[in-house]
């Protein structure tokens, strides 16, 4: 009887299977557009984000461009050997560190304080064309960021000094002082940047369930508790996974705009690794030690966002992955 019972399971079994095929397969069929929507961008990361990893094998060669990779002459580990013997390897990585942490503590925040005061603007219109007016900065290159400081902040005739001069004022070396060159450099990343990337924050902001305000204003929770305990709360998630990723980038400064800000009065505080792997790397020629230093921020970067990562996880948080 239980032979019996189990061949009459058998084809029971196989119609299960061919369901379930038809099912993935039209499944399947319906997410082709999605597919094709998702292909340049996939497209775009295996051309120029993966395919170019191959050329990690660089940091460990005397890389000749006409020998190519196959037979450029093997070195192991001297580039590094170099990189962390090099005398300014110390002052390299406190400038970057110093410079990337002011930008974490000073400029991360505020987005999200320019968020959320926009987000308190009753009038609609009003609120639009803030939102629009923060917006474009973001769409100014670094050139025109620095000249237009340049032209406001310089010590003969910038539009600034020359004010302080008609009112009995000294004028501020704003540019040659290495004193304000830190300062100077997160001021303008946030004027810069902090209305774009307050952007994630509106989307974040608008996903709140309306409903819960509501509930607060019945039970006397004012503005200020409104936002402590509901607005806060459902931006922390947000803000962590954010958070997690700009940790990540600490190694990394804007070249370009360390490069333009950069004079010989605040080298010794400007001289970051970006710019020393474009002196010394890429103006000379040492295309391997370029890709010793990259190699080592990139490092450091991957093992910061796995701690922090960590760490969001240990303190119950959803983290990256």
């Known amino acids: 009887m239980k032979a019996i019972s189990l061949k009459g399971k058998e084809p029971l079994t ?18 082709i557009p999605l597919y094709l ?4 961008g996939l497209i775009y ?6 395919m170019p990893m191959a050329g990690i094998v660089i940091a460990f060669q005397q890389f000749d461009p006409f020998e190519g990779f196959l037979k450029s002459d093997w070195v192991g580990l001297d580039n590094f050997r170099k990189l962390f013997g090099e005398q300014d390897f110390l002052k ?14 000073l400029f991360f925040p505020a987005p999200i304080v320019l968020a959320l005061l926009i987000n308190e603007v009753r009038l609609k219109w009003f609120r639009k064309l803030v939102q629009t007016v923060i917006y474009v900065p973001h769409f100014l290159s670094w050139v025109i960021v620095v000249s237009l400081t340049i032209l406001l902040f310089s010590v003969q005739e910038g539009g600034i000094n020359k004010l302080l001069v008609n009112w009995d004022f000294p004028p501020i070396a704003l540019l040659t002082d290495s004193d304000y060159f830190r300062f100077l450099y997160v001021s303008q990343s946030i004027w810069k940047e902090a209305g774009w990337s307050a952007v994630i924050f ?35 998630t947000t803000i962590i996974i954010l958070f997690i990723l700009r940790v990540g980038y600490l190694m990394d400064t804007s070249f370009e705009h360390i490069l333009l800000m950069q004079n010989p009065t605040n080298l010794q505080l400007s001289d970051v690794f970006d710019t020393y792997v474009y002196r010394v790397g890429i103006l000379q020629g040492d295309f391997s030690y370029t890709t010793t230093v990259g190699l080592f921020k990139s490092f450091i970067g991957l093992s910061l966002i796995l701690i922090v990562n960590r760490v969001a996880k240990k303190i119950g948080e959803e983290g990256v992955y």
């Not at 929507?37 to 340049?40: R, V």
């Not at 990361?45 to 993966?50: A, D, E, L, T």
């Not at 608008?206 to 409903?211: E, F, K, L, R, Y």
């Open 37 to 40: 929507m998702i292909l340049p």
């Open 92 to 105: 390299l990585l406190q400038n970057t560190l110093l410079l990337s942490c002011m930008n974490l503590v």
């Open 14 to 31: 196989q119609s299960l299977i061919a369901t379930e095929r038809r099912s993935a397969l039209r499944t399947w069929k319906r997410g």
């Open 45 to 50: 990361f295996i051309i120029f984000k993966y």
């Open 202 to 236: 509106f989307a974040a902001l608008a996903s709140i369930d309306p409903t819960l305000y509501e509930a607060a204003v019945v039970d006397g929770a004012d503005r200020w508790r409104q936002l402590w305990h509901i607005t806060l709360p459902g931006l922390r």
